[in-house]
């Protein structure tokens, strides 16, 4: 019986083009740290790599002390003094990025319904941001952060996609088991990974990501009216 459905939240709950919202993102952030002597692509590339030690983690620690740490050593000690004015840009100039993101009334809809249902609804999304930018997202999206059970961010979490342990330590937290959760996403291989768990699956199409062009019949798939389709007959 289905208990949980996680959602993925870029380019799910918030349509997106992932390529134009991180291009955005950057422009935004390279122009408010340019002043503090942060040049571009030396930025960027350490945003990438702190990416990358995120995505690589192991739980020993958190994304955010793994981010940091790599970060810290390609840019220097000095980012940690810096750190105010990374947070600083997440609660202003990173807000202007909305303006490259879609919105759907039907993420609210979807996400009232099932709670109405009795469904635990939790946001699965990749934990390589501050929870300030992942409830900025959130809202964006036209949710609220208390509207799930869970929403990762790289604070709470030691983990990211498509480690098969982030779905399992977020089934952990929620106390649910794999045949009781449904993870509804737009990326192949970041989302739908989670089947390799037993856990069912719903491939959201609307901004599809199929970076190897993978058959995804094996999937249910569509967008949110088929969604609601398939839900409705999982719950009857």
């Known amino acids: 019986m289905l208990k949980t459905v996680l959602f993925d939240l870029d380019g799910t709950l918030l349509p997106m083009d992932n390529d134009v919202f991180t291009k955005t993102y950057f422009s935004y952030l390279t122009k408010t740290m340019a002043p503090l002597g942060y040049e571009p692509k030396q930025l ?10 995120m995505v690589h983690n192991d739980g020993s620690c958190t994304n955010e ?4 740490q790599k970060f810290s050593s390609l840019l220097g000690e000095r980012v940690y003094a810096d750190q105010p004015a990374f947070d600083r840009f997440y609660r202003t100039e990173f807000q202007k990025a909305k303006s490259v993101c879609g919105f759907s009334p039907e993420s609210r809809q979807i996400v009232d319904w099932l709670k109405k249902c009795g469904i635990c609804v939790a946001l699965a999304t990749n934990p390589i941001f501050p929870a ?5 997202r959130i809202r964006w999206a036209g949710l609220s952060p208390e509207d799930f059970a869970l929403y990762t961010t790289y604070e709470n979490i030691g983990f990211c996609k498509p480690n098969l342990q982030y779905y ?3 089934m952990n ?14 990326d192949v291989d970041e989302d739908m990974i989670a089947d390799k768990l037993g856990m069912q699956m719903f491939l959201l199409t609307d901004c599809l990501l199929n970076r190897h062009q993978k058959d995804i019949s094996q999937y249910p798939h569509g967008g949110f009216h088929a969604l609601r389709t398939w839900l409705e007959c999982q719950l009857a």
Not at 44 to 53: E, V
Not at 132 to 136: F, K, P
């Open 44 to 53: 960027i590339d350490g945003i990438w790599a702190g990416t990358a030690a």
């Open 65 to 68: 002390a793994a981010f940091w």
């Open 132 to 136: 300030i930018a992942t409830e900025s």
């Open 168 to 170: 399992t330590e977020i």
């Open 173 to 186: 937290r929620l106390g649910c088991r794999a045949d009781e959760c449904l993870m509804v996403g737009n």
